[in-house]
């Protein structure tokens, strides 16, 4: 089975540090996403990359960043986290060819 | 530009059918998908439905598809409390966007 990790379920973090939200998937796919769920807005994509060190800007890029260093792992990063970005944040992986998309299981962020 | 809509809320009875609309705006969608967030994990791929059939049934589940008025739908019959879950209908374009475009969801809730 394709498996998307997380590395985290859970965080805390004040007002003004570094977030580093991971990502990491098995099954060698080109393409991964980083998503936010608020609710009532649904899912709304971050950014995405469909290679290594390749990146694009999602619908809501503002506030992040991004890094894919290798194919399997896919690194959000909130250069100065603030409270509006207390979210569920979303990753996501797949291939060109395949039907879906697989999703880990999602890290409800925080910030105080 | 694409858009997906569906309601937010829908409450139904256990053991009656539940009907969970989408409508979406662009033409050339090859697959559009249904995928289930049940409470605290990430999405899940329920069915999808490629562009060219118009129903789709797989067990308790059938989804329909109106292409001409855009229109796609998920029926779940002899609901059950189990499917009490954020259902998210998302499109995928051709011409390599591989990346879904997500519907708001709508909330299942399932009483006795």
């Known amino acids: 089975d394709v498996k998307v990790t997380q590395s985290s379920r859970y965080l805390v973090k004040r007002t003004g540090e570094k977030v580093f939200l991971e990502c990491v998937q098995d099954m060698d796919h080109e393409n991964m996403f980083w998503y936010r769920q608020d609710p009532g807005l649904g899912l709304r994509l971050i950014y995405f990359?469909?290679?290594?060190?390749?990146?694009e800007k999602g619908d809501i890029p503002e506030g992040y960043s991004v890094s894919r260093e290798k194919k399997e792992r896919f690194s959000l990063i909130l250069e100065s986290a603030s409270t509006n970005q207390t979210s569920m944040y979303l990753c996501a992986s797949n291939t060109g060819a395949d039907t879906e998309a697989f999703f880990g299981q999602g890290t409800r962020l925080t910030v105080v | 530009g694409e858009d997906v809509e569906q309601s937010l809320f829908l409450s139904v009875r256990e053991g009656d059918s539940s009907v969970i609309n989408c409508t979406y705006t662009d033409s050339s969608s090859t697959y559009l998908y249904w995928y289930k967030q049940e409470p605290g994990a990430g999405l899940q791929l329920l069915t999808y439905?490629?562009?060219?059939?118009d129903m789709k049934q797989d067990q308790r589940l059938t989804v329909l598809l109106n292409k001409k008025d855009k229109h796609l739908s998920l029926r779940i019959a002899d609901t059950q409390t189990g499917d009490s879950a954020i259902y998210f209908c998302?499109?995928?374009?051709?011409?390599?966007?591989?990346?879904?475009?997500f519907g708001r969801g709508t909330s299942l809730i399932v009483h006795p």
């Open positions: 990359s469909y290679d290594v060190k390749m990146k």
């Open positions: 439905i490629f562009s060219n059939m």
């Open positions: 998302a499109e995928r374009s051709p011409g390599g966007s591989y990346i879904p475009t």
